[in-house]
T-cell receptor
């Protein structure tokens, strides 16, 4: 009963480096999401995938790309990291998209 | 645009005191969800309310959904140190119920 698994848990990048955050869920959920959380800003949606084979932009998609590899996996890629992308990133999944999100434990990313 | 406001932003209470946080939406919501995030942790789904005027209880926590389905509240009776964290409300976005709109949360501190 792992739920939503995110890797890595911590990462430090230099400006301009790239990296991929991995997310996998084992609950057979259709919808998956990537959020970032910054102090005082709440949870902001980066990208989401309503179902396997589809992806859509959220509120703050610039500088990010995503891939819904299959029903279980949804990855987030930073092509050229910037200090403004320093944040805590959460992956989440939901059976239908409007009910009971399950969140991963988060990735704490620092870009220097 | 559509907004969800939470008040208060912060609340400090003595252990044993009651606590209430309020969630107000600019639009009618088909449902309202509540999540709890412990310090350093990830959001955890608590409950979903769907019906107008609905009241649900989970031990010391009481959740209400307003008659107009535009506001909600979470009341904690006799707070404990385990209640510390940030409480978020969220509801489906108008026009796209695959995405949630989130309040900024109420952070609760409990003095033992």
């Amino acid at each position: 009963n792992a739920g939503v698994t995110q890797t890595p848990k911590f990462q430090v990048l230099k400006t301009g480096q790239s990296m991929t955050l991995q997310c996998a869920q084992d609950m057979n959920h259709n919808s998956m999401y990537w959020y970032r959380q910054d102090p005082g800003m709440g949870l902001r949606l980066i990208y989401y995938s309503a179902s396997e084979g589809t992806t859509d932009k959220g509120e703050v998609p610039n500088g990010y790309n995503v891939s819904r590899l299959n029903k279980r996996e949804f990855s987030l890629r930073l092509e050229s990291a910037a200090p403004s992308q320093t944040s805590v990133y959460f992956c989440a999944s939901s059976p239908t998209g409007n009910y009971g999100y399950t969140f991963g434990s988060g990735t704490r990313l620092t870009v220097v | 645009g559509q907004q969800v406001m939470q008040i208060p932003q912060y609340q400090h209470v003595q252990e044993g005191e009651d606590f209430t946080t309020y969630c107000n939406s600019s639009t009618t919501l088909s449902n309202i969800q509540w999540y709890k995030q412990r310090p350093g942790g990830h959001p955890v789904f608590l409950i979903q309310l769907v019906k107008s005027g609905e009241v649900k209880k989970q031990k010391r926590l009481t959740f209400q959904f307003g008659e107009a389905k535009k506001n909600s509240s979470l009341h904690i009776t006799a707070t404990q140190t385990t209640d510390v964290g940030t409480y978020f409300c969220a509801g489906p976005r108008s026009g796209n119920n695959r995405k949630l709109i989130w309040g900024l949360g109420t952070s609760l501190a409990v003095n033992p």
